[in-house]
């Protein structure tokens, strides 16, 4: 069964500096991989997600992940966060791309921004 | 910008009472989901839904859970006889085959009491 691992509970970064948030999976094939957001009281909002082909993939608010085959990684960055940033980040599997398929997250990652 | 639509925001039950979630999922997408998030936890799969019958259910989707697509528009989770354990942050999601991308709507927050 597919896993996902983020290792780090809480990160705290000042704001204007550069953020990467770990993201680690488990599955025995080529795995579809997503990275959501969670605002204080909000549901879960789609950063990006990588299905196939360039490994670099761009998303929302100036996010970017790359998928590292190698390593099993799929980490998300930002060269510069704001303060609106604060929120919780989970990573996500899927293992299908038929539209029909579960999605496993992991346990996320509470990133703070000081002034 | 569609949305996947969820209330109430809050529900409050006791103890084995019934409870009925309630989806609005996004209008032309075909595949419908449930997860929840116990406090502190991470969000997890209970239950996916196509074509009017379950696709796949956790082991979390016992007897006590179960879904209906009433009419065209409504995704619902019943829980028939709520425990504290059930406690949780409920999220419904949606996706179309072509984008293959789950939208979540701001989820359904259930204290049993």
């Known amino acids: 069964a597919q896993s996902v691992t983020q290792p780090d509970i809480h990160i705290t970064v000042s704001e204007g500096a550069s953020l990467e948030l770990r993201c680690n999976y488990s599955?025995?094939?080529?795995?579809?991989l997503f990275w959501y957001v969670q605002s204080p009281g909000q549901g879960l909002q789609l950063l990006l997600k990588y299905f196939s082909g360039d490994t670099l993939v761009q998303g929302i608010k100036g996010f970017e992940a790359e998928f590292k085959r190698s390593q099993s990684s799929f980490n998300l960055r930002k060269p510069s966060v704001h303060w609106s940033d604060a929120a919780e980040y989970f990573c996500a599997v899927g293992i299908s791309n038929f539209g029909n398929e579960k999605l496993t997250f992991g346990t996320g990652t509470r990133l703070t921004i000081i002034p | 910008e569609p949305e996947v639509t969820q209330t109430p925001s809050h529900q409050v039950t006791q103890m084995g009472q019934e409870v009925i979630l309630r989806c609005v999922p996004i209008s032309n997408h075909l595949y419908f989901y449930w997860y929840r998030q116990i406090l502190g936890q991470k969000v997890e799969f209970l239950v996916s839904?196509?074509?009017?019958?379950?696709?796949?259910k956790s082991e979390i989707f016992d007897d006590q859970f179960s879904v209906e697509r009433p009419d065209g528009s409504n995704f619902t989770l019943k829980i028939r006889s709520t425990k504290l354990e059930d406690s949780a942050m409920y999220f419904c999601?949606?996706?179309?085959?072509?984008?293959?991308?789950?939208?979540f709507g701001a989820g359904t927050r259930l204290s049993v009491l």
């Open positions: 999601a949606s996706s179309d085959r072509a984008k293959n991308i789950q939208y």
């Open positions: 599955y025995g094939a080529t795995p579809y």
């Open positions: 839904f196509y074509n009017n019958e379950i696709s796949e």
